[in-house]
């Protein structure tokens, strides 16, 4: 089950709106569904808050650059005692179209740097949401395009994606993974 979420991006306004700043752009918008507010916690490097009930969450936003994303992660994840497969991290995927949500657990860094960090920090079988940004084309083009403002018609499929995985966070966080993968990688209707 998961009990922690953790959007990853670069703190500061200038990155506000880029697209590395996708997992941010995530968290925040749960917080908010949840009505809750971020904390600075100096102990888990981040804005942090959580959920009450039944099945408590933590929602992390590290304040870490996102190359130091792992240190935050560890030390939220460590004072709850949370085991690596019930930490959500939510990210940018150059890899996948604006628009395309997807949810899996494991795996490599693939070259993001946020994700290297985690996994040197605290391992790889956590859970992964990958919200589409899509690529530039170009190797040499990653960095100016993470760190630049989607073009309208981008920006809104990326907020798309969000939502879409946002109104799966229900079967997240009550242990239906399966179930929030099948929807998230079904096209909805009216997608070509």
Same mark, same amino acid.
């Given at each position: 089950m998961i009990k922690l979420v953790v959007g990853l991006g670069n703190p500061g306004a200038e990155y506000e709106k880029t697209r590395h700043n996708a997992g941010f752009w995530f968290v925040d918008a749960l917080a908010k569904r949840q009505l809750l507010t971020f904390r600075n916690e100096a102990k888990f490097f981040g804005g942090h808050c959580r959920s009450v009930g039944a099945n408590p969450i933590s929602i992390l936003r590290p304040n870490t650059f996102m190359n130091l994303s792992g240190k935050s992660v560890a030390a939220?994840?460590? $004072? =709850?005692? =949370?085991?690596?497969?019930e930490v959500l991290v939510v990210h940018d995927e150059l890899d996948l179209e604006p628009g395309v949500v997807r949810l899996k657990q494991g795996g490599g860094?693939?070259?993001?740097?946020?994700? &290297?960090? @985690? #996994? *040197?920090? $605290?391992?790889?079988? $956590? $859970? !992964?949401? !990958? @919200?589409?940004?899509?690529? %530039?084309?170009? /190797? +040499?083009?990653?960095? +100016?395009?993470?760190?630049? &403002?989607? /073009?309208? %018609?981008?920006?809104? *499929? @990326?907020?798309?994606? #969000?939502? &879409?995985?946002?109104?799966?966070?229900?079967? @997240?966080?009550?242990?239906?993974?399966?179930?929030?993968?099948? !929807?998230l990688h079904t096209k909805p209707s009216g997608e070509r």
């Open positions: 939220c994840a460590c $004072f =709850y005692k =949370y085991a690596v497969d860094h693939g070259g993001h740097n946020g994700l &290297r960090d @985690i #996994i *040197s920090h $605290f391992g790889k079988d $956590f $859970f !992964r949401m !990958r @919200i589409g940004v899509g690529h %530039p084309g170009h /190797a +040499s083009k990653v960095l +100016s395009w993470v760190l630049s &403002r989607a /073009a309208g %018609p981008d920006e809104t *499929s @990326i907020h798309n994606a #969000i939502e &879409r995985g946002l109104d799966e966070m229900n079967n @997240i966080t009550n242990d239906q993974l399966q179930v929030a993968m099948t !929807r």
